[in-house]
């Protein structure tokens, strides 16, 4: 049965930049597999409605902080995939010169501060980027998002205390995949989970299924509008799947495959493209955002491939001011 | 010139900046009723509790949240209350502070000031004690000022506020209440520039924090016996004034560098090593021995470098020459 009142044309954006970050992950996991990843790649296959239908919310000038498994919500707060994976490769043109990788991919000109490779620690600095917007009097918003393993760390009760204390207008998005790394977080986390401790400190909190790309954006459209009027802090728990293992290398045998299969059956892109089917969108016009991304990305891949490496003297700029390092110190 | 103490210095520098520059904010636990040493008293007052910000006792959020508030344009003055303290907040500092402008390609700044208050203070025992500055100054991307006179504790903070990079600034506690004059006006000091507190030719003392002060009584016993050593407050840790420090060395032909910290691995020793490595001179260095700060008087004073101690460092060093 059609959904009422569908806003068919956003939807279909929704479902491209699906297919973007889907066609960009795997061609960083091509990458791994020829030996151009040299680090490791951290893939959200199965996640994109969250990065979507979250990110897709902010303002350009709204601030994003992210997690190493961030490529998702760096692409969709509109960062460029070629310099994307350029950096991946730790190529000339990267978003970091090639000093990040895919741990550290930011993009400040979108208002993207950054994955983070210690998990937790997004959630104290995105307090402090919030603390800034409300001394500057500015109507920006942070978002947050970490995964469920981090709700475990410190940070997680600092930083959402301090976000409540001071009223800041942060959105912290628990992207639950169910694993902290390859230890499933229910067996290591006690009480109710992320929503009832985001609670327990006054937050209000909502929960999601993060596979229902509607559901994820009407939720977040409400709570950042919420936070931009002065509310303070939302916490949104979205619930989704990791298809993939905790790195590209991980085959991720710790699960059994009728359970990877049924969540297969759930993922958020085929669950966006019967909406758009029942909704009239022609099986060809599916298959064409499909296959505009796989092409999209094909050529940042092939271009990324063929970019230089940065020159050794660039290992020490960027450093600090006072005190900077030189090649006379190799 | 005015009589300031090192405490009042630094709120001084604090307070102009703050008139100077409106990103400037101060954040830390107990702010807003002046700090836990005073060193805030009067500022919230002057500028409201927004940009003297109390803050819970978290911290990780409050280096945390200084980290996202430079990044996004402001300047925090982060108060962590005791070094020791600090230490709850290494990641923010270490992975976070430290590396954001680098690891993300020179897309942003970090400028934040960590104010740490560190060392002795009678009985104060092993968690509120430490001298831990040679740690900071083994990672990349940060500046450490370590200040021993209240005309640098007002210069050099007024220079770390104004800095682009990250400083973790290590007041002494035990100098809160020295007094000294202060330039007035606008003073600002450059990282890296050390003081010749007393000029000599016999040997070279390197110290930084309180303990020039311990130095420089150790100089005046060394004076009385006819022994003129040159004594070098070395301000800043990264960078450190090298040029200066081996530049006297290598004239007195004899290096004695003295810190409050346990010796092994700590600063002396990269000191030592760099001027073993570039010019001709008897180095020793004398730090604490590598045991934790006892709370009992006797305990405390057994690990502390005293002035005996360093006289009989640097006769060693003179002696030895002579025979040698």
Redesign the interface.
Known sequence: MPIPNLDLSRLRDQHRMMWRIRALEEAALRGLDEKIVLGAIHPSIGQEAVAVGVVGNLRRDD?L?STHRGHGHTLAKGANPDAMLCELFGRIG???????GSM?I????VGM??A???VG?N???????????K??REDRV?CCIFGDGAINR??FL??L??AQ?FGLPVLFVCEDNGFAATTRTATMTAGGGPSVRARAMGLMAEEVDGNDILAVDSMARRLVAEIRAGGGPRFLHAHTYRLTGHTGADPATYRPAAEVAAARALEPIARTAAVLAEAGLSADDLAADRAAAEQEMLTAFLAARAAPFPDPAVAF???????A?SLEHV | MAMMTYLDAARAALAEEMRRDPTV?AVGEDLGRGGVFSQYRGLVEEFGP??ISD??I?E??I????????????R?VVEMRFSDFALCAV??LV??AAK?????????RVPLVVREPMGMWRSSAAQHSQSLEAWYAHI????VVCPSTPADNKALLKAAIR???PVVYLEHKHLWPLEGEVPDGDHVLP??QAAIVTPGSDLTIVSWSAQVHVCADAVATLARQGVKAELIDLRTL???DKETVLASAARTGRLLIVHEAVQAGGFGAEIAATAAEHITARIRRLGAPRAPIGYAPPLEDAVRVQAPAIVAAALGLVNGRQLG
């Open positions: 601030i902080l990267g978003n970091c010169g090639g000093k990040g550290h930011a993009d400040f000109s501060l950054g983070n490779g210690v620690a959630i104290v600095i995105a307090a402090g980027a919030a603390h800034a917007i001394l500057k942070v410190g940070p600092e930083g205390n301090w204390v700029t960027d450093v600090q001011d006072a005190g390092p | 904010w927004e940009r803050a819970p978290s990780a959020a280096l945390g949240a200084a980290v996202g508030a430079a990044m996004m344009g402001t925090p990641d923010e992975n976070q954001a402008r680098y690891m993300f390609g020179g897309q942003t990349p991307g940060l500046v800095s682009d990079d990282f890296g990264w960078p450190w």
